[in-house]
């Protein structure tokens, strides 16, 4: 288990006793074998994951996802019922960096050994500009899975810790992984092919709060500011940090001002009134949108994004 660069030590005790745990509770998880209808009990936090780890553990795996679909794990709140479903489980999966803040209570509370996989284990945080940064102890950026060349770690993360916990399933987790893995490697050239349409001037994004660093670090994009100037959506902007970025956008003539689902539009609308910049909602950051949306799977949600994306700034 590595620590990621830019944090310090004691936000990570958590993910070294996931580690622990991690290997305790391989020697306790129920194995599934060929047909066996009680396959093995997988909880991911995001709804992004819980589709990741279907992909990865196939039908060897039952899976489902903590947060409901639209939650933003950055200020969730868990209830007793959360608590009973992460000790009734076998393995958990999460993202890590920073992203789920209340793990460390709900594993608390669960109690128990159980199998913890923390999916961007291994990956670097981007630095977060400064004057971004947000919550205090808080300075690095958890959103790896916006770039879907970084989630070939997550998918090798789940795969290695599946394997760990059933054994006998080792060989389809890979096979699995591997099929999975040129979806993303598609995704990449798909999303790649379609953020080069947009004009050279105009591959600026202004957001609700600091998420699409990553794909924008991966897709030539430059993220000229943000309402919220931090990683995390709990935080507030004040009356100065709004001035700056409208003078960001002047200056830029950034065209848009994109939110995420869910996300409340008053402080977009302001910016709009004083910066004469297009509001576009509905972008799915933190969790993929319905199926009838063409979202409603990670690959979904990262096509419709770009989709959307790219329509605003050409």
Same mark, same amino acid.
């Given at each position: 288990?590595? /620590?990621?660069?830019?944090?310090?030590?004691?936000?990570?005790?958590?993910?070294?006793?996931?580690?622990? #745990?991690?290997?305790?509770?391989?020697?306790?998880?129920?194995?599934?074998?060929?047909?066996?209808?009680?396959?093995?009990?997988?909880?991911?936090? /995001?709804?992004?994951?819980?589709?990741?780890? =279907?992909?990865?553990?196939?039908?060897?795996?039952?899976?489902?996802?903590?947060?409901?679909?639209?939650?933003?794990?950055?200020?969730?709140?868990? &209830?007793?019922?959360?608590?009973?479903?992460?000790?009734?489980?076998?393995?958990?999966?999460?993202? %890590?960096? %920073? #992203? /789920?803040?209340?793990?460390?209570?709900?594993?608390?509370?669960?109690?128990?050994?159980?199998?913890?996989?923390?999916? !961007?284990?291994?990956?670097?945080?981007?630095?977060? +500009?400064?004057?971004? /940064?947000?919550?205090?102890?808080?300075?690095?950026?958890?959103?790896?899975?916006?770039?879907?060349?970084?989630? @070939? &770690?997550?998918?090798?993360?789940?795969?290695?810790?599946?394997?760990?916990?059933?054994?006998?399933?080792?060989?389809?987790?890979?096979?699995?992984?591997?099929?999975?893995?040129? +979806? @993303?490697?598609?995704?990449?050239?798909?999303?790649?092919?379609?953020?080069?349409?947009?004009?050279?001037?105009?591959? @600026?994004?202004?957001?609700?709060?600091?998420?699409?660093?990553?794909?924008?670090?991966?897709?030539? #994009?430059?993220?000229?500011?943000?309402?919220?100037? =931090?990683?995390? !959506?709990?935080?507030?902007? !004040?009356?100065?940090?709004?001035?700056?970025?409208?003078?960001?956008?002047?200056?830029?003539?950034?065209?848009?001002?994109?939110?995420?689902?869910?996300?409340?539009?008053?402080? *977009?609308?302001?910016? =709009?009134? +004083? *910066?004469?910049?297009?509001?576009?909602?509905?972008?799915?950051?933190?969790?993929?949108?319905?199926?009838?949306?063409?979202?409603?799977?990670?690959?979904?949600?990262?096509? *419709?994004?770009?989709?959307?994306?790219?329509?605003?700034?050409?």
């Amino acid at each position: 288990m590595h /620590e990621l660069s830019g944090r310090p030590a004691a936000r990570w005790a958590w993910a070294l006793a996931a580690f622990v #745990l991690l290997l305790a509770g391989c020697a306790h998880a129920r194995a599934p074998g060929p047909g066996d209808a009680g396959r093995l009990d997988v909880l991911a936090v /995001e709804v992004f994951l819980a589709d990741i780890a =279907s992909n990865v553990g196939g039908d060897r795996i039952r899976v489902a996802a903590l947060l409901p679909e639209g939650a933003d794990p950055h200020g969730y709140e868990p &209830t007793p019922s959360d608590v009973r479903r992460v000790a009734d489980c076998q393995v958990l999966i999460v993202n %890590g960096g %920073g #992203l /789920e803040g209340f793990l460390e209570r709900l594993l608390a509370g669960a109690g128990g050994q159980k199998a913890v996989i923390v999916a !961007s284990d291994g990956l670097q945080s981007r630095t977060v +500009e400064q004057g971004h /940064e947000g919550d205090p102890g808080h300075t690095g950026d958890p959103h790896f899975w916006l770039d879907p060349n970084l989630v @070939l &770690t997550y998918v090798e993360n789940i795969r290695a810790g599946l394997s760990a916990v059933d054994p006998d399933g080792s060989a389809d987790y890979a096979v699995n992984a591997q099929a999975y893995g040129a +979806e @993303l490697t598609a995704l990449d050239a798909w999303i790649r092919d379609r953020v080069q349409t947009i004009p050279e001037a105009r591959r @600026l994004l202004v957001t609700n709060h600091e998420s699409l660093g990553y794909y924008a670090d991966r897709y030539g #994009l430059r993220v000229v500011g943000t309402i919220i100037p =931090s990683v995390s !959506s709990g935080a507030s902007p !004040s009356a100065q940090q709004m001035v700056e970025l409208v003078e960001k956008i002047r200056a830029t003539g950034a065209p848009a001002v994109f939110l995420e689902s869910g996300s409340n539009p008053r402080l *977009a609308d302001q910016l =709009s009134s +004083e *910066a004469g910049i297009l509001v576009v909602p509905g972008l799915y950051t933190h969790s993929p949108g319905s199926a009838g949306a063409g979202a409603g799977s990670y690959i979904g949600m990262m096509r *419709a994004n770009t989709l959307t994306i790219v329509e605003a700034l050409q």
